[in-house]
């Protein structure tokens, strides 16, 4: 299990770095906030993002964590 982890995060991580990527989180904030109005600004619209950059968050942290730790664990190998 630990080997497919690794691998996800890798994965992860790369996907994560591209401009793809950044590009995909411009357009969620901008159908965010055009999607306001809609909704009159209600809590739970607020809510809805909130909760799922939170947890977003978390996860990419966990995921970014793992990858330094493998790099730090390469780096340390081959000085010896």
Do not use: C, D
Not at 3 to 20: E, I, P, T
Not at 33 to 55: D, E, H, K, L, R
């Amino acid at each position: 299990m630990k080997q497919h982890f690794s691998r996800f995060a890798h994965g992860v991580a790369l996907k994560m770095a591209s401009a793809w990527s950044y590009v995909a989180g411009i357009i969620l904030i901008l159908a965010w906030v055009i999607s306001g109005p809609s909704f009159n600004y209600s809590p739970s619209w607020q809510f809805v993002m909130t909760a799922g950059t939170s947890i977003a968050t978390f996860l990419l942290v966990l995921i970014l964590q793992h990858t330094e730790y493998r790099q730090t664990k390469a780096m340390q190998l081959k000085t010896g």
